[in-house]
């Protein structure tokens, strides 16, 4: 590994000056920069971010903390997080917990052991619920996803319940009675399911216990549940799923099973993903404004780390319903 030593040996200067070239500081002659940037650029020289942050004590790396980064939603997210770091001046790391409070732990000790300037965190169920235990950090950070707004730090989400409200709402006014509910187990899950139950009580339809499921948010967990409930005697109607991930198990149970969107069965979920639109018939869903959140956290976050005093902010941001054919409802 090229360092910063063996620069400026090849520039014939000091280590010192290469470092004030680096940082474009003044004071330094033209031919000397161009000379050392020759030397930089010929050697391939990589400067040691996480050194000089800890020399200086200023570093410009923040985290972000996600709960599966297998899931679109995080995909986006991360995305518009890292666009926006990097037009601020700042780079990023993504950690995946796996909704394991342990992993998380072990994610959150980067922001001490690594002097990182702050994180943008996706809390498990657990953090969340002890999280002026675990999140003893001086460190800036800001909650997605998860309402976080009886702590320290800065929100971005969205309205679960009344998101979920809105669809099963939908669904029930274009007919669909015998609902089926497939949620999530995080926070973010059992705010979709609170608003799933309102939306049955405003109608005056009893929530039917084998209906309402709880898993894990994946694929295969999607699955097995859409499976017990499509071979049950007296099957649902129509069935509304918390996330894209539990949504594509969903949508393989139903090919298995033989049935057919929406003759058989209606579907609908949230998460507007590529596919959502591509496959037959087009699924209806809740489109969650993913680039908005990611780029309203960086921005968050990166005004905390330069300004420790500001006041918390929670921002809400609006969902949109987007009706397609999956509901039989056009």
Not at 173 to 186: C, D, W
Request: glycine share 4%.
């Amino acid at each position: 590994m090229v360092k910063i030593k063996n620069v400026a040996d090849a520039a014939g200067v000091s280590t010192a000056t290469v470092s004030r070239v680096l940082a474009n500081k003044p004071h330094v002659r033209p031919e000397v920069k161009q000379r050392v940037m020759e030397v930089v650029r010929k050697l391939n020289y990589q400067p040691n971010r996480a050194a000089q942050s800890l020399r200086s004590n200023t570093s410009k790396i923040i985290a972000l903390i996600v709960a599966d980064i297998e899931n679109p939603f995080f995909q986006k997210v991360s995305r518009a997080v890292d666009d926006t770091a990097q037009e601020l001046g700042y780079n990023v790391i993504v950690c995946n917990t796996d909704e394991d409070p342990e992993k998380e732990r072990e994610c959150l000790e980067l922001l001490r052991v690594g002097n990182l300037a702050g994180a943008i965190l996706a809390p498990t169920l657990a953090g969340l619920e002890n999280f002026n235990d675990i999140y003893s950090l001086d460190t800036p950070v800001v909650m997605i996803d998860r309402h976080a707004s009886n702590y320290d730090v800065d929100n971005v989400l969205i309205d679960n319940v009344s998101s979920a409200h809105r669809i099963v709402t939908h669904l029930i006014e274009h007919g669909y009675r015998r609902l089926a509910g497939v949620f999530g187990s995080s926070t973010t899950g059992r705010e979709r399911h609170d608003g799933f139950l309102k939306a049955l009580k405003d109608h005056d339809i009893k929530p039917l216990k084998d209906l309402i499921k709880f898993t894990e948010a994946r694929e295969e967990d999607g699955f097995k549940v859409a499976m017990k409930l499509l071979k049950m005697r007296d099957r649902p109607d129509a069935i509304l799923t918390s996330n894209s991930l539990l949504a594509a198990g969903i949508l393989l149970a139903i090919r298995e099973i033989g049935l057919a969107v929406p003759d058989d069965i209606a579907f609908a979920s949230f998460d507007d993903t590529t596919w959502a639109k591509l496959i037959e018939p087009p699924l209806t869903v809740i489109e969650q404004p993913t680039y908005e959140i990611g780029r309203t956290a960086a921005e968050l976050l990166i005004k905390r780390i330069q300004d420790p005093t500001r006041s918390n902010r929670e921002v809400v941001l609006k969902t949109k319903l987007i009706v397609r054919q999956s509901c039989g409802c056009l």
